[in-house]
């Protein structure tokens, strides 16, 4: 059974981090990447970042290379989303997904979600 679920969501002031987490069971993470993904009110669900962990690749979308950094967890199947010099457009429910895909990074690649967790950012 595989489940993922996703934390570490809240309020926080423009230019404020916030770290979310993804903790996945039943997962097999060499045979994974686990992605995060974000859908902002009205808009559709957009991918943030992956990450897999057999080679150590990562992704990261434009709008938030430099400010955010993915990484695996010191836990056994967790996986760490840091976001530094938060904007108020990064307010979103925010998603970790894993997917078999060798580059995933749309959502119809993601075969297991979790669910979300809402980051808001106030200016």
């Known amino acids: 059974d595989v489940q993922l679920q996703a934390f570490g969501g809240g309020l926080v002031q423009a230019g404020g981090s916030l770290r979310l987490s993804c903790a996945a069971s039943g997962v097999p993470f060499d045979d994974y990447a686990i992605g995060w993904f974000r859908q902002a009110p009205g808009k559709e669900r957009e991918a943030v970042s992956f990450?897999?962990?057999?080679?150590?690749?990562?992704y990261y979308s434009d709008s938030v290379k430099g400010r955010f950094t993915i990484s695996n967890g010191n836990a056994k199947n967790t996986v760490h989303l840091q976001m530094k010099a938060l904007k108020p457009e990064d307010t979103a429910v925010y998603y970790c997904g894993a997917s078999e895909v060798v580059i995933p990074t749309r959502q119809s690649h993601y075969e297991f979600w979790g669910q979300g967790t809402l980051v808001t950012v106030s200016s």
């Open positions: 990450i897999k962990t057999i080679n150590g690749s990562k």
